[in-house]
């Protein structure tokens, strides 16, 4: 994973690389790129932190299960060294409970 400052307010983006000499079916560079941006997608609130972050795939990403790719990428989060939040749970009224 490659990390680079962002300029203040400009928010957290992600960017996923998958070469082809990797990964040379083009099925098999997009459920990788999936994989990745998956996990970030669920984490995306937890990390505080105004960055660029480009992660380059790796082959055995493609026997790793979703929660497998969001454990890593928190590993690769934490390595780095950002900051993260506790998840917040959605508040409810209570207007959804079905009777």
């Not at 990797?22 to 505080?48: C, H, P, Q, Y």
């Not at 055995?60 to 969001?70: P, V």
Request: aromatic share 6%; hydrophobic share 40%.
């Amino acid at each position: 994973m490659w990390v680079r400052k962002s300029a203040p307010g400009a928010g957290l983006r992600l960017g996923v690389v998958a070469s082809k000499r990797t990964f040379r079916r083009a099925v098999d560079r997009n459920r990788a790129k999936r994989l990745l941006r998956e996990a970030f997608r669920l984490n995306r609130g937890r990390i505080s932190a105004d960055a660029d972050l480009v992660i380059i795939a790796r082959r055995q990403i493609l026997k790793a299960k979703c929660a497998d790719a969001e454990r890593e990428f928190m590993w690769l989060i934490k390595k780095a060294g950002f900051a993260l939040s506790v998840p917040s749970e959605p508040e409810t009224d209570g207007s959804d409970r079905r009777e």
